[in-house]
């Protein structure tokens, strides 16, 4: 198989910054190992890692807790998000991509295995849209799980956010809604992603995966603004992602130690990274709450 994404840095740094006691990465993807879970070519590519890798990444950045999101179609169930849930210890859950017909197929199955959550995207070819969202939102409010948005540009928010704002499921932005260094501070769909936030409390932003958005590159300078300017309107509204394996990049990949220092460097105190990192997505995906 040939692959056209980068992959991870094998060698993560441990980061400077300890995060708080049961942390949580909430973006992160598994592909394999092929050897083990083959895949069809045609229906995405990615970058063959296990479980192993993954955890190995974590416990050197210090993180206990994980959220993978179903990587491409698998024509049913994700048997490798199954897979490193079940070997978790209860550490790790899952987000689906499935139309509502296969969730409520396997519904049970997911319940059981610690499911929180499903994606739309405009982005991803062959996923689910985003015209799905209202046939999706009864389910996921009765279930108490997300829906992930995973837009192409942030400007697409314009004209979603009257639909979101019908809504009282919990709504998360991935990669900070797509917002890129080039949009500004006062873009229409940047406002826009901080007046849901700000107005709401029902939609959520996910902050990953800002190295693939800035246009400077490392040391990615230029996203902080877009991230400061979300951890000042609604901590209590944030989660942060690794994107680990970082697949569809292009670009140089960075190391996972270095990105969450860049992490911990905005969100510059105790209390702001407890909330962000252990209190939000405990409360968004099931995890026990800290005590």
Same mark, same amino acid.
């Given at each position: 198989?040939?692959?056209?994404?980068?992959?991870?840095?094998?060698?993560?740094?441990?980061?400077?910054?300890?995060?708080?006691?049961?942390?949580?990465?909430?973006?992160?993807?598994?592909?394999?190992?092929?050897?083990?879970?083959?895949?069809?070519?045609?229906?995405?590519?990615?970058?063959?890692?296990?479980?192993?890798?993954?955890?190995?990444?974590?416990?050197?950045?210090?993180?206990?807790?994980?959220?993978?999101?179903?990587?491409?179609?698998?024509? *049913? @169930?994700?048997?490798?998000?199954? $897979? #490193? !849930? +079940? &070997?978790?210890?209860?550490?790790?859950? *899952? @987000?689906?991509?499935?139309?509502? $017909? #296969? !969730? +409520? &197929?396997?519904?049970?199955?997911?319940?059981?295995?610690?499911?929180?959550?499903?994606?739309?995207?405009?982005?991803?070819?062959?996923?689910?849209?985003?015209?799905?969202?209202?046939?999706?939102?009864?389910?996921?409010?009765?279930?108490?799980?997300?829906?992930?948005?995973?837009?192409?540009?942030?400007?697409?928010?314009?004209?979603?956010?009257?639909?979101?704002?019908?809504?009282?499921?919990?709504?998360?932005?991935?990669?900070?809604?797509?917002?890129?260094?080039?949009?500004?501070?006062?873009?229409?769909?940047?406002?826009?992603?901080?007046?849901?936030?700000?107005?709401?409390?029902?939609?959520?932003?996910?902050?990953?995966?800002?190295?693939?958005?800035?246009?400077?590159?490392?040391?990615?300078?230029?996203?902080?603004?877009?991230?400061?300017?979300?951890?000042?309107?609604?901590?209590?509204?944030?989660?942060?992602?690794?994107?680990?394996?970082?697949?569809?990049?292009?670009?140089?990949?960075?190391?996972?130690?270095?990105?969450?220092?860049?992490?911990?460097?905005?969100?510059?105190?105790?209390?702001?990274?407890?909330?962000?990192?252990?209190?939000?997505?405990?409360?968004?995906?099931?995890?026990?709450?800290?005590?």
């Amino acid at each position: 198989m040939t692959d056209l994404i980068n992959g991870p840095d094998w060698h993560p740094k441990r980061p400077k910054f300890q995060p708080p006691p049961l942390s949580c990465d909430t973006h992160a993807h598994l592909y394999g190992p092929y050897t083990r879970f083959p895949i069809d070519p045609a229906k995405g590519d990615g970058p063959d890692t296990s479980y192993e890798q993954y955890r190995n990444m974590l416990d050197v950045l210090g993180v206990e807790r994980a959220v993978l999101v179903q990587a491409r179609d698998y024509g *049913g @169930i994700d048997q490798v998000t199954v $897979d #490193a !849930i +079940e &070997r978790s210890e209860g550490r790790i859950r *899952g @987000i689906a991509a499935m139309p509502r $017909d #296969a !969730i +409520e &197929r396997h519904l049970d199955f997911l319940v059981e295995k610690n499911f929180c959550g499903i994606r739309l995207s405009s982005f991803s070819p062959g996923a689910v849209r985003l015209d799905q969202l209202e046939a999706m939102a009864p389910l996921m409010e009765e279930l108490g799980w997300a829906t992930l948005i995973h837009l192409t540009d942030i400007e697409e928010i314009i004209e979603l956010a009257p639909r979101i704002e019908k809504l009282s499921a919990n709504i998360i932005f991935d990669h900070l809604a797509r917002v890129r260094s080039h949009n500004t501070l006062d873009s229409p769909g940047f406002r826009t992603l901080l007046a849901l936030l700000r107005d709401t409390d029902h939609c959520w932003a996910k902050i990953c995966s800002w190295y693939r958005l800035s246009r400077s590159g490392a040391p990615y300078d230029d996203m902080t603004p877009y991230a400061r300017a979300l951890i000042e309107t609604r901590p209590d509204r944030l989660v942060w992602g690794t994107n680990w394996p970082h697949p569809n990049s292009y670009i140089a990949t960075p190391n996972d130690g270095d990105l969450l220092d860049q992490f911990m460097n905005w969100a510059d105190d105790n209390e702001t990274r407890q909330q962000i990192l252990v209190d939000n997505p405990a409360r968004l995906f099931g995890f026990e709450t800290p005590a």
